[in-house]
Structures are given as C-alpha cells and as structure tokens.
C-alpha cells in the first residue's frame, strides 16, 4: 500500500514553522496547541495528541486533535493511555515508535471506534527534556503504513525542539506561579496582619487558601474543649461545613491534627488513612484534599496543634507539587495572626473585667501616668472630689491630694515607679474646699501596655470619729474610776487591818476583794499608759532588776486565777539570769497580761510555762500554753487595739491586754511576737535588751 510520507521539501517546511511557532512562544497551553496544529496538519495526521507529564509522569496538561478540531483536555482524560496504551510504552521507555498497522501491535490500546476506522499508522515519541522526559507526541493516520522512518526521523527532531520550549514555558509558567503565590501570601500577610478580630483572621484565611490553591472548598478547624471544630469555611457547601465537629483523628482534619503532618490525598474514597470526616458529615464528594496543621511553636520539642487548615477538590483535580509549602505559609501567617487575636480578645476581656470593677468599685479610684497627671476616674471618684469627668481628667494627684505626707517623701513617685505598694494617711481636697481623711493605697498598674499608678482612697471619717469615741471612753472610764477604785483599795487595806485574825471568812472575802481591785486598777492603768505610749508622753523608770524575782511576783498575782481553772504554773528558768535596766511596774503587768490570757484560752488541767532564755545582747521572756493554738491568719493583728480572736467564746475581754503589751515592749526598745500552730499551744515571746541603762 502506498505511502503518504512528506517530502524533504515538506519536511524542512515543518521543521521551521514549527520552529518559529514554538520560539517565541512561553504560555504552555497556546504553545501545545500550535505544536500539534502544525504537526498534525503537516503530517496529514488523522488524530495527533501531546501529552505534557510531571516529575511524578502524572499528566499536568494535554491537547488532542481529531479531524483537524483541536480539543482541550482540561479533565486529563487522556492519562489513561499512560497506564495502558502506546504513549504509555514511549514515555516508559523513552523511545520512538513506528506502528505501521495498530490492529497488529499489542502495545496499542484499543478504542471504541476502531472497529469503524479500522487499522491505522502511527508514530509516538518521547519529548526528552534536560534530565527527564516531559511529554508524549502522538500522530495517528489511515491507512495502514501510511508512516516511514523518516516521518519518525522528523517527528523526533520536532519532539526535541518541542521538549526545549515546553520545558522553557514550564519554567516561565513556574516562576509566574511562584510570583504570584508570593505576591498572594504577601496579600495575604497584609490582609490576615490588618486586623486583630478572630473570626476576621479566620475568614482571611480560608479566602485566600481558596483563591490562592484553586479549591471548591477550605476551611480552618481549631481545638476547643470538645474536639475539633470547623470555625470558618470558604466555597462549596461552606455553610454546613462551619460548626462541625470532628473527633480526634476522625477525617482528614483529625489525622492531621493528630499526627502533626502535612499530607496530600488525591483519591480521597480509596485512601484508608481517612475515615468518616466530610464525606459522612456532609455528603460532599471529596475527590481529593490537603491539610496542614496550625503549630504554636513548631521547633519547640513538643510543639502544640492549635487547628489544621483543610482545602478540596483543586479544580485542575490534581494539587500541585507547591500546595503543601503554601499551606505551610499560610499555617505559618495563620499562627501569628490567630495568636494575636486570642490575646487581644484575652486583654479586652481583662480591659472589660477591669473596666466593670473600676467603674463599679464602692472606693473613690484615680488613675493617674507616671508625673501623677490624671488620666481616669470612676463614678465614685467623680461624686466623691464634685469635679465633672472632663475636669477632673487631666488635674494633677497633687491638685486633690496631699501627696507629700507620709510615705512619699518628696521625690513623691519614685517608690511607686518601683513597683513598690503604697498605704498612707492623707486628706483630699474636693472642689467646694472640704477637705476628707483618707487612707490612700497607691501602686503601679499595668493598662493597654503602659504604665500607670492607681490611687484607691477611702474615707476615715467615721473611723477617725469611731477612734475620738473610744479614746473619750478611755478618758472617762480612767477619770471616772481612778478616783473611787483608790478609795475602795484604800477602803479594803484598812479593814483588813482592822480585822481580827480568827476571822477567816471574812479576811478570805476581802483578800478576794483586793486582788479583784487590784486588777482593775491594774486595767485603769494601762489605759492611761496605752495613750501615754501610744503619744510617745510616757517616760520609763528605769531600774536594776532582778527577773527571777519579777517572775515569782507574776505567778504569785496570777495564782488564784490559774487555781479556778486548775491550771499548773511552771517556770523554766536559767541559774544565771541577769538583772535588766527595765520599769519593773510596766514589764510586770506585760507578764501578768500575757499569764492570765494564757490561763484564760488554755482548758481546765492544762499547763502555763514561763520560761527565759539569756542571749548575748537581751534576754527572751517566754509564755507557753497548752491551749487551741492561734491561726496563722490572725497572729499578725493579736496585738492591735480592740482586737479579740474568738479563740474560745467564753473568754472576755475589751482586747486591750497584747495591745499594752506590744506598745510597752516597744518603748524598751524591745520586741514581742507570737508563735502559734492550731491545737498545739502558743508561744508568746519577749525579748528585752541587757544593755539598757537606769533612768531616774
């Protein structure tokens, strides 16, 4: 059967429009087209098709000719013949072939209409690249032989300059796409970077993944409490993707998550990696998808999966080779921004918090910047100083406050700058002159960033008023009971004196009488000292004292007491135990205080020590009980005015005793504390310095 082959004349006409067609030519589908336009045409080729693979010999882009119609390929649905048929058997083996008759061939791969055409002629080459084949070029003809080996010699010269510029417009088309995906992720960066609100970030993100990977659908899924959760989704069937909840490792999402893994599915029914997932949840035919996940920091050696960023169905069916490190880039951006958002949406609820309690506080609260201007005021503030809020927003501290007493000294901020919290006494001016008591407490805050001082005052009026009563109470039970308690001792001694010997009930009577009497002037006593001490008015006497003795006279005053409750009275005492300069009258109702509020909180048949131990420089007094123990919460305030632990609700008192007995001690220059554990007794310790000289 005669031949159509070309002439040489053809040939070299082929070779150079092919040539020119392809020289100048660098968007890979027009330069597909053109090739297998002249190719076809020239070899008066029935059929022709170019089939341009990736490293992966998967088909990246295709173009057919049938009858001179050129038809797109934009479903690849020539790739079958890559499994199966002739082009399949080139690109394998990377050589020509020259099929004089298909029917007879079996590397030919049979077609519907093959029975109808009948046997025909073809040629199929490889396109050799640089370092790897790139394509197929195929040319079909009727009748049988219609090809020769010089058709095959030319196809292949064609199939090697078409392999030069398909690699070249590969290329360009490469570093295109990279520009524009580096363009787009610095878009995205900008846009993600914009804003600050979650849900916005989110939104950004699914966006751009969608746009910048040519997906139906992407979506962001992020931990929460109970699992996994698609917070916001772009595309197809989007709706019904944001809300859903996934277990751990359930879909693609979930084995993600789980295994801190990039992965790429393009047969997503057939992959058994992914089970249950999108495809039950909603229906949607995943044909295949990709997934990273979202990792606060990643080079740490347990880095934490926050969510996963999951895209499907790449509308060119397959995801490129570059779709995990875009997703990479983008999970890298989404990190940042999402962390971001969490802790400006932690500091506006902080902001909001703190808002709510400045606003609402029952105290007066000022904030002020680090000079002391004003900058904020609550509703309590504004009321309390009579100023309207844009007034009193941008006075100094100085303006309503007395800020150089006390503890501020006159570098007024410098501790405050420090860190250091700051409690003083003050009085605060307000617009129409009144002035106001108040306890100011001052520290350094933190707000939005910055650095401010907030001044919380609260007003002492009415317990400066409650102290007046209570220091005219003192003065009026002093004065009023000085004078006739003396009388009723005095009254006493002389009858004592007076009475018979053998009268012993009534001499029993009236000893009780004295030392009930004597411990009430003791009491009146140490409430004119307490003003005294507490005005700095009171000056010690001094004198030698023998400790031993004192301590045998407390036991002796303090004995009839301890006999009621059947308490046992032991001294532990040092054979050397010096005399100390002290005001022998002050130390010895400290002592007796300390006694009897041992005997009174310890229970029936329980034990009271006194013991001392000499140190170098003073000499430690010391009362043990064996009572309930005093908590840790309250031994720093036993020694205030007025105070009075409820220890045991039977004992009584005004909670004046330890008070006397702190303000004493100081004035020796001495200390005094306690040592206290619940239900194991207390200790309550004085330390006198040996080195105090006598004053007269």
């Known amino acids: 059967m005669p031949t159509l082959s070309l002439s040489e004349q053809q040939r070299l006409e082929l070779l150079y429009r092919v040539s020119r067609e392809i020289s100048d030519r660098l968007d890979l589908n027009e330069l597909l087209s053109r090739i297998l336009r002249e190719t076809a045409a020239s070899a008066q080729a029935d059929a022709a098709s170019l089939l341009v693979v990736n490293e992966q010999l998967d088909v990246a882009s295709s173009a057919l000719i049938v009858d001179g119609v050129l038809h797109s390929?934009?479903?690849?649905?020539?790739?079958?013949?890559?499994?199966?048929?002739?082009?399949?058997?080139?690109?394998?083996?990377?050589?020509?072939?020259?099929?004089?008759?298909t029917s007879q061939d079996p590397r030919w791969s049979r077609r519907p209409d093959d029975a109808r055409s009948g046997a025909k002629?073809?040629?199929?080459?490889?396109?050799?690249?640089?370092?790897?084949v790139v394509g197929v070029l195929t040319l079909v003809r009727r009748p049988v032989g219609s090809f020769v080996e010089d058709d095959l010699t030319l196809l292949t010269v064609i199939a090697d300059q078409a392999a030069v510029a398909i690699e070249n417009a590969a290329l360009y088309a490469e570093s295109r796409r990279r520009a524009d995906a580096m363009a787009a992720l610095a878009e995205t960066a900008r846009a993600v970077n914009s804003t600050l609100e979650l849900d916005q970030v989110l939104r950004l993100v699914v966006d751009h993944a969608r746009a910048l990977l040519r997906?139906?659908?992407?979506?962001?899924?992020?931990?929460?409490?109970?699992?996994?959760?698609?917070?916001?989704?772009?595309?197809?069937?989007?709706?019904?993707?944001?809300?859903?909840?996934?277990?751990?490792?359930?879909?693609?999402?979930?084995?993600?998550?789980a295994h801190n893994q990039a992965v790429i599915s393009h047969d997503r029914p057939a992959d058994a990696r992914f089970t249950g997932g999108l495809l039950q949840r909603l229906g949607l035919r995943v044909r295949a998808s990709a997934g990273v996940p979202i990792v606060l920091d990643p080079m740490a050696p347990t880095p934490k999966v926050i969510g996963v960023i999951e895209v499907i169905n790449p509308f060119d069916n397959r995801f490129g080779g570059d779709t995990l490190p875009l997703l990479d880039s983008l999970a890298a951006l989404a990190t940042t921004a999402i962390t971001h958002a969490r802790q400006m949406a932690e500091l506006q609820a902080a902001e909001s918090r703190f808002s709510g309690l400045f606003e609402d506080n029952i105290d007066p609260i000022l904030i002020t910047d680090l000079d002391g201007l004003i900058t904020d005021a609550n509703r309590k503030a504004v009321e309390m100083f009579g100023y309207e809020p844009r007034v009193l927003i941008g006075l100094r501290i100085t303006t309503v406050h007395r800020t150089g007493t006390a503890f501020l000294g006159s570098d007024r901020f410098a501790q405050l700058r420090d860190?250091?919290?700051?409690?003083?006494?003050?009085?605060?001016?307000?617009r129409r002159g009144d002035e106001i008591p108040m306890e100011v407490h001052a520290k350094l805050i933190e707000r939005r960033g910055q650095s401010f001082i907030q001044w919380i005052q609260r007003d002492m009026s009415e317990r400066l008023q409650l102290e007046e009563m209570r220091s005219d109470l003192i003065s009026m039970i002093f004065h009023d009971l000085r004078s006739p308690l003396g009388n009723v001792i005095t009254s006493l001694e002389t009858i004592v004196t007076s009475l018979p010997h053998d009268r012993v009930m009534?001499?029993?009577?009236?000893?009780?009488?004295?030392?009930?009497?004597?411990?009430?002037?003791?009491?009146?006593?140490?409430?004119?000292?307490?003003?005294?001490?507490?005005?700095?008015?009171?000056?010690?006497?001094?004198?030698?004292?023998d400790l031993r003795e004192l301590v045998e006279e407390v036991f002796e005053l303090t004995a009839p007491m301890a006999k009621v409750?059947?308490?046992?009275?032991?001294?532990?005492?040092?054979?050397?135990?010096?005399?100390?300069?002290?005001?022998?009258?002050?130390i010895r109702r400290v002592l007796i205080n300390l006694v009897e509020n041992a005997i009174k909180y310890t229970p029936i048949r329980g034990r009271v020590t006194l013991s001392a131990v000499v140190a170098p420089a003073e000499v430690i007094l010391a009362v043990t009980d064996t009572g309930p123990g005093i908590p840790l919460a309250d031994q720093g305030r036993v020694f205030g005015m007025f105070t009075r632990l409820q220890r045991d609700r039977g004992a009584k008192g005004l909670g004046l005793g330890l008070a006397f007995c702190r303000l004493a001690v100081q004035a020796h220059e001495g200390r005094i504390w306690v040592e206290s554990e619940p239900g194991a007794?207390?200790?309550?310790r004085v330390a006198l310095p040996r080195g105090a000289r006598a004053e007269n």
């Open 419 to 430: 860190g250091r919290e700051i409690t003083y006494q003050t009085r605060v001016t307000t």
């Open 565 to 586: 409750k059947h308490t046992s009275l032991l001294t532990e005492l040092p054979e050397d135990l010096p005399f100390v300069a002290l005001d022998s009258d002050m």
């Open 121 to 132: 002629c073809a040629i199929s080459v490889p396109l050799l690249g640089r370092a790897r």
């Open 73 to 101: 390929d934009p479903q690849h649905d020539l790739e079958g013949v890559l499994h199966g048929g002739l082009a399949g058997w080139v690109l394998t083996h990377r050589q020509p072939v020259l099929m004089p008759d």
């Open 681 to 684: 007794g207390s200790t309550f």
């Open 215 to 257: 997906v139906e659908t992407a979506g962001v899924a992020l931990f929460e409490s109970d699992g996994l959760v698609f917070r916001e989704a772009s595309g197809r069937l989007s709706d019904q993707l944001r809300g859903l909840r996934l277990e751990a490792g359930e879909g693609l999402a979930g084995w993600v998550a």
């Open 506 to 545: 009534e001499h029993a009577l009236l000893t009780i009488a004295q030392r009930s009497a004597g411990r009430m002037s003791r009491l009146v006593d140490s409430l004119l000292d307490l003003r005294r001490l507490e005005a700095g008015q009171l000056v010690l006497q001094r004198d030698a004292t």
